[in-house]
Each structure stands twice: as structure tokens, then as C-alpha cells.
């Protein structure tokens, strides 16, 4: 099992980047898929997540700036992230869980599989 993160660096405040993550070695067609993000001192949280219906949901935190997609024919997930803050700086991992219930959860126990993390600096 492998997800790849990229698109991470540096921006200013107010700036966009998207983020991706290429999934390989599972079904990714029956996974929920989300995004974390860890800075440093600080828990592990969840952002967004996706299920395999198309149903998100996201962290007040991110919401009206961040949106999670998917392109399924590639198994690659995607985050644009917009307005963004200092606040924001952290590195980001995608997660799949293989779980059914809605709404697709935000707590890391719940997901099986983790990325290595790409990092987000916000200046």
C-alpha cells in the first residue's frame, strides 16, 4: 500500500496550493479518504474527508477555503487549499479508511493507511 503526497511548500497569506495523493497497492474505490494535518506541538487533525459516495465533510477550521475531490480513474485524491493562513502551516497527510458510515469521519483512528506527509508553509 503506498500514498503519495505532493504539491506541498511555501506560500504567503492569502495564497492557494493544491495538494495531491496518489494511492496504489489497495481498492481504492471502496475506501473513505481524508486529509490531516500535524504542526509542530500540536494533535494530529482532521481537515477533510471524502467517502466513496462523494459525501465530505470538512473541519470549521478549513471550511469555505479548503476543498477535498477525487479523480477515482487515477486513484489520486486532492486538496485545494485557498485564502491560506499562517495559521495553516503544518504537514499534511492523506489517510484511507476502510469504513460505511456517514459522515466520513475526521478522527485519525479511523483510517488504516497514511502518506509519508508533504509540508505546508504559510508566511
Known amino acids: 500500500v503506498q500514498l503519495v503526497e505532493s504539491g506541498g511548500g511555501s506560500v504567503q497569506a492569502g495564497g492557494s496550493l493544491r495538494l495531491s495523493c496518489a494511492a496504489s497497492g489497495f481498492t481504492y474505490s471502496v475506501y473513505y479518504m481524508a486529509w490531516f494535518r500535524q504542526a509542530p506541538g500540536k494533535e494530529r487533525e482532521g481537515i477533510a474527508s471524502?467517502?466513496?459516495?462523494?459525501?465530505?465533510r470538512y473541519a470549521d477550521s478549513v471550511k469555505g477555503r479548503f476543498t477535498i475531490s477525487q479523480d477515482r480513474a487515477k486513484n489520486t485524491l486532492y486538496l485545494q487549499m485557498n485564502s491560506l493562513k499562517p495559521e495553516d502551516t503544518a504537514m499534511y497527510y492523506c489517510?484511507?479508511?476502510?469504513?460505511?458510515?456517514?459522515?466520513?469521519?475526521?478522527?485519525?483512528?479511523?483510517?488504516?493507511?497514511w502518506g509519508q506527509g508533504t509540508q505546508v508553509t504559510v508566511s
Open positions: 489517510a484511507a479508511a476502510l469504513v460505511c458510515f456517514r459522515p466520513p469521519p475526521l478522527h485519525p483512528t479511523h483510517y488504516n493507511y
Open positions: 471524502v467517502d466513496t459516495g462523494g459525501v465530505t
